[in-house]
């Protein structure tokens, strides 16, 4: 008799983005009148720039040619993309990792899901709290959080790394040692970014205790500040510790057109010296059939003179953007973080409002669409996520509502 996944029937509730999805509907439908804008999702809006454009034309062309038709693209993705990739981006960092360690996919939510499986079952592991809600989900799909606490909202055999503002939104090395540590810099809902010594520690409690760090980077192109870590490489004995994430979602804006890639160091090994370069091989071999050759192409542009130049020009674009809503709300008198180095505003509610009902206020106040921070974790509570990937006309709209709320 057939039985579905337990583990699957373990998740709470619905998704925190379809809730929003629900309720500004509803708004919507009550009043048809008013313009809503929308700072909730974090997904881009401005159109491919026209390096990337140009290459996947020039791609389309290829695959239609008997001479250039390309079928199954490598598993691991094409030299051609591996290569620019450590030449382009983790060379210039001082960094040592080969175009053989850079593992093509088709973006970092999917690596940041399927990573678990090269670990053991019994895996303990340790997220931020505010967090990206994959990392956690997709251990409770492989049945390794023990049992949930709908009160706390918390899972038991998980260990949660408050990031809060006493802690400058940076969490602390736990005490309880795990094997998998989440990390992400940028940080998404935060917007806060870590410094290249607290880093340099985390490597260390690593490497110390033979755990391994899961580093996402995927909103690095957004760091502005000067010395901050653009890569986990970029510190002493990262090799033999960490996994990093990369996607061209946010730093090309191939949210819709679906390109990342995710780096193991071959020096990377469990602690009975297994190779887990060997067995992300592995799996991507099983389990993914390579990226799009069209999308690869179009990829590889983005690390072109012109590509470089036109993507820095977007990311500008939604910085400035990060700016007048941190500088609107700081004037009307909110307390503000992130957006410096991350196109994510993280405020705290006014008056010990909950996060939820704050997102109410705003929608009914000011017609404006967040994220209330309680839907990335318990320490999300009293918060609220705001992000930069509006029009700039809409940004400055929002802050204007805002102000006279
Ligand atoms: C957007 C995002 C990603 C990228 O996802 P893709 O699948 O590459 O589009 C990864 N991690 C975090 C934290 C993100 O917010």
């Known amino acids: 008799m057939i039985r579905a996944n337990e583990d699957y029937g373990k998740l709470p509730g619905s998704y925190l983005f379809s809730t929003i999805a629900k309720k500004v509907a509803a708004f919507s439908e009550a009043n048809p009148d008013k313009k809503i804008i929308r700072l909730g999702i974090g997904d881009v809006t401005q159109p491919l720039c026209p390096a990337v454009i140009e290459a996947l034309h020039k791609a389309v062309d290829e695959m239609g040619k008997a001479e250039t038709f390309r079928g199954y693209a490598p598993d691991l993705g094409y030299a051609f993309l591996r290569e620019t990739i450590a030449e382009k981006v983790f060379r210039p960092l001082g960094t040592d990792i080969a175009a053989d360690e850079i593992f093509v996919s088709d973006g970092a939510k999917s690596d940041s899901a399927n990573i678990q499986e090269i670990f053991a079952g019994k895996t303990k592991i340790a997220v931020c709290d505010p967090v990206y809600p994959v990392y956690v989900d997709s251990n409770v799909m492989a049945g390794r959080t023990g049992t949930y606490d709908a009160a706390t909202g918390l899972w038991s055999d998980v260990i949660y790394m408050p990031c809060t503002a006493d802690n400058g939104f940076s969490p602390e090395l736990p005490k309880e040692v795990p094997d998998l540590i989440y990390l992400c810099f940028p940080n998404n809902p935060t917007g806060a970014m870590i410094t290249k010594p607290q880093l340099q520690e985390w490597v260390d409690y690593a490497n110390r205790n033979k755990a391994v760090i899961i580093y996402d ?66 799996r991507h071999g099983t389990k993914f059939n390579g990226a799009p050759y069209i999308v690869q192409r179009a990829g590889e542009a983005v690390y072109s003179e012109e590509g470089q130049k036109q993507t820095k020009e977007q990311i500008e674009y939604y910085m400035r953007n990060a700016r007048t ?77 805002i102000r006279k709320m």
Do not use: Q
């Open 217 to 282: 980077a995927a909103y690095e192109a957004y760091i502005h500040e000067e010395g901050l870590p653009h890569s986990i490489y970029e510190c002493e004995g990262a090799r033999t510790c960490a996994i990093e994430l990369r996607s061209f979602s946010k730093n090309a804006g191939f949210t819709g057109t679906r390109l990342g890639y995710t780096v193991i160091p071959k020096d990377l090994k469990d602690a009975d010296g297994v190779s887990l370069h060997s067995l992300w091989a592995r």
């Open 325 to 401: 809503i941190y500088e609107g709300l700081a004037g009307a008198g909110f307390t503000v973080s992130g957006g410096v180095n991350a196109p994510y505003i993280w405020m705290k509610t006014p008056d010990g409002m909950s996060s939820w009902d704050f997102f109410d206020y705003l929608l009914e106040k000011a017609n404006v669409v967040g994220t209330p921070g309680s839907g990335f974790g318990p320490s999300g509570e009293g918060y609220f996520r705001l992000t930069a990937f509006g029009t700039y006309e809409n940004s400055v709209e929002a802050m204007e509502r």
